[in-house]
């Protein structure tokens, strides 16, 4: 639901699917992929354990649920990209906020979404924050718009050749994003929610 341009959940089944019927996955599944994506209701987080650590960058999308300290820590030890949607948060809490991840791993990368009010991104390796406005738009529909966001952005931040700065890369997302958003249901078929 759209609120003020901006997303509200109205309901969410916490990734029903996979929690009822799980995910049957081999280790070699993970050995030879230079990227694998984890979401807080994949339901897959016991996965970790297979990803090559040595070949494979691991990105994992917390969304806006809380998930508890001890899950947080556990699971920020393990990954490369941290991402959060924030909506409401200042700069200064989202600074505290990577810092506290900083404390955990050293070598997090955190990635903050803001909805309309743009984007933060945490990079451990300079250890520096950087901020990119939203574009303005005319917005049909948020579905999918972090999800794209997240995407353009790991893809292209974690790429061996990359020859792009990290403001090129977190706009090229915030471009790639606004696109999404241009689209009714994400996929086309949006429905009224009531």
Known sequence: MLDGGDRRFVFSNHGGVSKTY????????FINRDLVHFNVNGNCDNLIDYVNREK????YDFSDFEVGKERLAKLISSID????SMPAASKESITKFCGMLKAINPRINVLCTSGSKGAHFFEAKAGRLTAVK???????????AGDAFITYFSLNFFNK???????NILNGATEFAASQCLV???FGYGFEVK
């Not at 494979?56 to 990105?59: L, P, Y």
Request: aromatic share 6%.
């Open 81 to 84: 990209l941290a991402c959060f």
């Open 22 to 29: 799980g995910i049957f996955a081999q280790p070699d599944n």
């Open 161 to 167: 050749e990359r020859v792009d700065s990290v403001i």
């Open 184 to 186: 009714d249901g994400s």
């Open 134 to 144: 939203a574009k303005k738009i005319q917005v049909k529909d948020t579905m999918g």
């Open 56 to 59: 494979t960058k691991i990105v």
